[in-house]
């Protein structure tokens, strides 16, 4: 499978606090992006950050990017509780343009 | 704008039945595409269409079918259901912005099969 793998699966944080997810990938992957899944609903896109990018910023989150370590991180700062929800990072691997998704960060922000 | 619709949103089926997901764009999109998600696997493709007219197997496309009807609708078939596809399905469209998939998805459509 070239699904991305995404760590932690599970993340439990206090309101305020910063929240950060990684994602990695066995292949190569290009134009990674990041989305939201609260839950019962569909996905949301937040961000992408370009195969040239190191770094991108948007709002509260901040995504890298380490083509060289296949991997992604996406950090949400003074997280809220509207932040609770399921966040996946999603790539194109292989060649055309099919999006693989990874396995998801489940993330609770506690008042 | 509606975006995304996907019809059913709960279905209950008995294995062996058959049934087809609906799912319409009104982003004139020209991509559009069905995956399932299931509970610590994420989302897996099922099946894709680049365009109008053209559809592609995805991850996991055994035991579906799809019919890219027009460029806003793209229909997900289960001809003879099983357990294993017991999961929520998700249908999205995209329109490629300078090289990159910007996936707009439904609400989603839970499956259950007995």
């Known amino acids: 499978s070239q699904q991305g793998e995404e760590d932690p699966q599970a993340l439990s944080i206090q309101e305020g606090e910063n929240a950060t997810m990684n994602c990695s990938y066995k292949t190569s992957i290009n134009n990674l992006q990041w989305y939201r899944q609260n839950s019962g609903r569909g996905l949301v896109h937040l961000i992408l950050?370009?195969?040239?990018?190191r770094e991108k910023h948007s709002g509260r989150l901040r995504v890298t990017l380490d083509t060289s370590k296949k991997s992604s991180s996406l950090l949400i700062t003074a997280s809220r509780a509207a932040d609770t929800a399921s966040y996946f990072c999603a790539g194109i691997t292989g060649g055309g343009n099919k999006l693989t998704f990874g396995t998801g960060t489940q993330l609770k922000v506690e008042l | 704008n509606a975006g995304v619709t996907q019809t059913p949103k709960f279905q209950v089926l008995k294995t062996g039945q058959s049934m087809t997901l609906q799912c319409a764009q009104d982003m004139n999109h020209n991509s559009m595409y069905w995956y399932r998600q299931d509970p610590g696997m994420g989302l897996r493709l099922i099946y894709y269409?680049?365009?109008?007219?053209?559809?592609d197997k995805g991850e996991v496309p055994n035991g579906y079918n799809v019919s890219r009807l027009n460029k806003r609708e793209f229909s997900l078939r289960l001809e003879s259901a099983a357990p294993s596809q017991t999961s929520v399905y998700f249908c999205a469209s995209s329109d490629p912005i300078a090289g990159a998939n910007v996936l707009t998805f439904g609400a989603g459509s839970r499956l259950t099969v007995l």
């Open positions: 950050i370009r195969s040239n990018e």
């Open positions: 269409s680049a365009s109008e007219g053209t559809t």
